[in-house]
């Protein structure tokens, strides 16, 4: 009798070992990244191919990380993204990967190229 209660004692403890390994090797989930919507005028990084906004409500300064086509130096842009994770090389503001982006026209920038046809 002993025995089999010394046994089931054993497994009990073995399982709740089991489990709890388990418990800690689950990955966290991940926050959902943060949604940024901003607009402004577009102009160079200190870098190349770097482009950055400063948002025109909140002030801040974006490095928009945007593929093609690029808005250009100069334009009133408005653009939707998330904010990046991890470092890029534009070291300017906070890096913010672009989901989309259109030109304004209602923006008025310093340097404003030709409007587009």
Known sequence: MTRIRFS????????????AAAQQTLPKPQPE?????G??????GVDARCL?????????????????PRPT???GI???GTLHQGATVCMQGAAI??????RKESIKC???PAPHK
Not at 8 to 13: N, V
């Open 110 to 112: 310093p340097h404003t």
């Open 73 to 75: 130096p100069g334009e």
């Open 33 to 37: 990244p943060k949604k940024v919507h």
């Open 52 to 68: 950055v906004v400063r948002d025109l409500k909140a002030g801040k300064l974006y490095s928009i990380i945007v593929g093609d």
């Open 39 to 44: 607009e402004g005028c577009v102009e160079p």
């Open 8 to 19: 089931i004692a054993s497994g009990l403890i073995a399982a709740c070992a089991i489990a």
């Open 78 to 80: 408005e653009f939707t």
């Open 97 to 102: 990967e672009v989901e989309h982006w259109q």
